[in-house]
């Protein structure tokens, strides 16, 4: 009989150690915590609104935009590939460093973002500079209420911060 009690102390003793470290650490980490394993954090907004003026500057992001637009953060290094998605947008791309120019990064990427509109699409190589804002693609439907406009815009970062 004691035998029996033992095996079931021992058996209960090693469920409970067993499922310690997911007690101990559930509450410690957060998404963001992950986020800051690689160095930069290539930034994607995309919405169904007006990203630049007409005649702005395309680093020149309108206010609105940046309110109004979705957020998809991927973390990167400054050598990188990847893919990143949502449920309306999704992204291939790739990061080179420039030589010479620590805050200077070749960005290779091909798009989809899909709006109540129907589908944009975009592709190409660029010159991404740490911090600034670019639009990389976006369509304008002109229908009976106006126009209606789809952008997609991406920055490299800092985690936390430009």
């Not at 409970?16 to 290539?42: C, H, I, Q, R, W």
């Not at 309108?62 to 992204?91: H, W």
């Not at 091909?110 to 509109?117: D, E, K, L, P």
Request: one cysteine or more.
């Amino acid at each position: 009989m004691q035998r029996i009690a033992s095996q079931i102390i021992l058996r209960v003793s090693l469920l409970f150690l067993s499922l310690l470290p997911s007690f101990a650490f559930a509450g410690n980490s957060t998404p963001e915590d992950y986020l800051a394993s690689k160095p930069l954090v290539l930034e994607v907004r995309y919405c169904e609104c007006l990203a630049t003026e007409n005649d702005g500057v395309p680093s020149d992001l309108l206010p609105s935009f940046l309110r109004e637009s979705s957020l998809l953060k991927v973390s990167v290094s400054s050598e990188d590939y990847g893919f990143a998605s949502s449920s309306e947008f999704s992204i291939g791309f790739e990061l080179k460093p420039v030589a010479g120019s620590p805050d200077q990064f070749q960005f290779n990427y091909a798009g989809n973002y899909t709006t109540s509109n129907g589908k944009s699409a975009g592709n190409g190589e660029l010159l991404l500079v740490q911090g600034q804002w670019v639009n990389l693609f976006g369509s304008r439907h002109e229908n009976e209420t106006g126009s209606q406009h789809s952008n997609v815009a991406v920055r490299l970062a800092k985690p936390g911060g430009s």
